[in-house]
């Protein structure tokens, strides 16, 4: 089982001299166009990490020269401009292309697949060492649990079956967004309008996210475990956050008014 193809790719590179924020940050930066985007994050020995996403189709042309790429996206934008006037890249830039995120068998007589040989995920999402290691401790389990052979496959059976559904939220979560990203939406009666309302709803969603710690905190745990996907991303909740955002930008209101429903 595949994934849509990745509709980014990405240039990064470790920078000393980057003016630092008042704490340790990772921040996001979209570009103009919608298309791309500049994150930028501390890094050990006072090094900046700045990495860049570009469309897909841009990628042939931009690796012939990858410097002037990733100096050019991040350069454009004011903020990491003003930031950056020191900067000096200190490490050769580095990158990926578009690459499938799959599912693949991972279990037979006498061999068996952990981390990205058996199930690989988009980078952006920061999960693949975590997962690597969590099926390797998966099927270390499945090893030690075998009574004979005919259990070992049946050990490795379920390997592979809690392997999936620890990781199906995160694949299922960045596979839509692939397909919206792609626009593949818009071959759907009334596609344009949905589109649009789509762009409207993430743009509200990231601002609700990003005016309460609270919920930022919520928001960062689903990349490190600490939030369930389905926790954050359930009707009730994410309703609860777009209604608090429009009474407070759009009609004032002080304090939100409802809370969400405890899951």
């Given at each position: 089982?595949?994934?849509?193809?990745?509709?980014?790719?990405?240039?990064?590179?470790?920078?000393?001299?980057?003016?630092?924020?008042?704490?340790?940050?990772?921040?996001?930066?979209?570009?103009?166009?919608?298309?791309?985007?500049?994150?930028?994050?501390?890094?050990?020995s006072g090094l900046t990490v700045v990495?860049?996403?570009?469309?897909?189709?841009?990628?042939?042309?931009?690796?012939?020269?990858?410097?002037?790429?990733?100096?050019?996206?991040?350069?454009?934008?004011?903020?990491?401009?003003?930031?950056?006037?020191?900067?000096?890249?200190?490490?050769?830039?580095?990158?990926?292309?578009?690459?499938?995120?799959?599912?693949?068998?991972?279990?037979?007589?006498?061999?068996?697949?952990?981390?990205?040989?058996?199930?690989?995920?988009?980078?952006?999402?920061?999960?693949?060492?975590?997962?690597?290691?969590?099926?390797?401790?998966?099927?270390?389990?499945?090893?030690?649990?075998?009574?004979?052979?005919?259990?070992?496959?049946?050990?490795?059976?379920?390997?592979?079956?809690?392997?999936?559904?620890?990781?199906?939220?995160?694949?299922?979560?960045?596979?839509?967004?692939?397909?919206?990203?792609?626009?593949?939406?818009?071959?759907?009666?009334?596609?344009?309008?949905?589109?649009?309302?789509?762009?409207?709803?993430?743009?509200?969603?990231?601002?609700?996210?990003?005016?309460?710690?609270?919920?930022?905190?919520?928001?960062?745990?689903?990349?490190?475990?600490?939030?369930?996907?389905?926790?954050?991303?359930?009707?009730?909740?994410?309703?609860?956050?777009?209604?608090?955002?429009?009474?407070?930008?759009?009609?004032?209101?002080?304090?939100?008014?409802?809370?969400?429903?405890?899951?």
């Amino acid at each position: 089982m595949r994934a849509s193809p990745r509709r980014s790719c990405i240039f990064y590179a470790y920078y000393a001299d980057f003016a630092q924020l008042d704490e340790p940050s990772a921040m996001i930066y979209a570009s103009d166009d919608g298309r791309g985007g500049v994150l930028v994050f501390d890094a050990d020995s006072g090094l900046t990490v700045v990495s860049v996403g570009i469309p897909v189709d841009q990628f042939d042309s931009a690796r012939k020269d990858a410097e002037g790429t990733l100096e050019r996206v991040w350069r454009a934008i004011p903020p990491l401009m003003a930031r950056g006037q020191r900067a000096r890249r200190v490490t050769p830039v580095m990158g990926q292309g578009p690459q499938d995120s799959y599912y693949r068998q991972s279990y037979g007589p006498g061999w068996a697949l952990v981390g990205d040989a058996g199930h690989y995920i988009d980078p952006v999402t920061g999960q693949g060492i975590n997962y690597a290691l969590r099926s390797a401790e998966l099927l270390s389990r499945a090893w030690a649990l075998r009574k004979r052979r005919a259990g070992l496959l049946g050990a490795l059976t379920e390997y592979q079956q809690r392997r999936d559904e620890e990781t199906r939220p995160m694949f299922d979560l960045v596979a839509f967004g692939a397909r919206a990203q792609a626009g593949e939406f818009a071959t759907l009666p009334f596609g344009s309008v949905l589109g649009g309302l789509a762009l409207q709803f993430n743009t509200r969603l990231l601002r609700a996210i990003a005016d309460d710690p609270a919920i930022s905190s919520r928001y960062v745990g689903i990349f490190n475990g600490a939030t369930p996907i389905g926790d954050f991303y359930n009707p009730a909740n994410l309703a609860t956050l777009l209604l608090n955002d429009s009474l407070r930008h759009d009609f004032g209101a002080a304090a939100p008014l409802m809370s969400a429903p405890a899951r």
